[in-house]
């Protein structure tokens, strides 16, 4: 089975500044997705930004982007000018190609984000 | 255009009894997937629904059953609740099939089992 790993349960941040989410997972295939979604303080989870393992670029959306790093199999999320509504629960999140055992989304434990005034 | 809706919002049962969750996805989609969240296991898939045919079932005992109907509308079964099934229920729709596709998370269904 795929696993995926966030190895710091809780991150904090100020207000404007930039931080990193860690994520590492465990694949044998060359071809797939990862995802950082996110959950806030009780509301609904959503999409923050999705990768395709076979594209080279780093997604971006607006101040989230992504350090993907296909051989360490690493994949970090970037906040830049961090804001107070983006502290919630991040999770990195797997799947595989469609058709094989691994396509579904296999989260990690998911990080908690506080951001500081 | 309204979101996924998930009820009841909180639940409480017994060992032993059985339960159903239910899902409206945003209109339009046609892909509904579930998901249980709890403190020890984290997210975990449990299946995926589109147009009334189950795609996708993650490792979950037979107990766990769903279905879809013609509206897209789901539901989620658990029979005979174990005091491990207490949980977070989440609910996800898509416009296609497949996890690929962006999900629209509902607010989820608090099951305590006591």
């Known amino acids: 089975a795929q696993t995926v790993t966030q190895s710091q349960p809780e991150m904090s941040v100020q207000e404007a500044e930039t931080v990193t989410l860690s994520c590492t997972y465990d694949?044998?295939?060359?071809?797939?997705?990862l995802f950082w979604y996110k959950q806030p303080p009780s509301r609904q989870m959503i999409l923050v930004i999705r990768?395709?393992?076979?594209?080279?670029q780093n997604a971006t959306e607006n101040r989230f982007s992504v350090n993907f790093q296909k051989a360490a199999k690493s994949f970090s999320l970037k906040i830049s000018d961090s804001q107070l509504g983006d502290a919630a629960m991040y999770f990195c999140?797997?799947?595989?190609?469609?058709?094989?055992?691994?396509?579904?989304?296999?989260f990690g434990k998911g990080t908690l984000l506080t951001v500081n005034p | 255009k309204a979101g996924v809706t998930q009820t009841p919002r909180y639940l409480i049962k017994t060992r032993g009894q059985q339960v159903t969750l239910s899902c409206s996805p945003i209109?339009?989609?046609?892909?509904v997937s579930w998901y249980q969240q709890t403190p020890g296991q984290g997210l975990q898939f449990l299946f995926e629904?589109?147009?009334?045919?189950?795609?996708n079932k993650g490792n979950f005992p037979g107990r766990f059953s769903g279905r879809q109907f013609s509206n897209s509308r789901s539901e989620m079964n658990v029979s005979t609740l174990e005091l491990g099934d207490s949980a977070l229920y989440l609910c996800?729709?898509?416009?296609?099939?497949?996890?690929?596709?962006?999900?629209?998370f509902g607010p989820g269904t608090r099951l305590t089992v006591l």
């Open positions: 209109s339009g989609h046609r892909s």
């Open positions: 629904y589109f147009s009334e045919t189950q795609r």
């Open positions: 996800a729709s898509s416009n296609q099939p497949g996890p690929y596709n962006e999900q629209f």
């Open positions: 694949t044998s295939e060359s071809d797939y997705y």
């Open positions: 999140a797997y799947t595989g190609p469609s058709g094989g055992s691994n396509y579904k989304l296999t």
């Open positions: 990768q395709e393992a076979y594209k080279q």
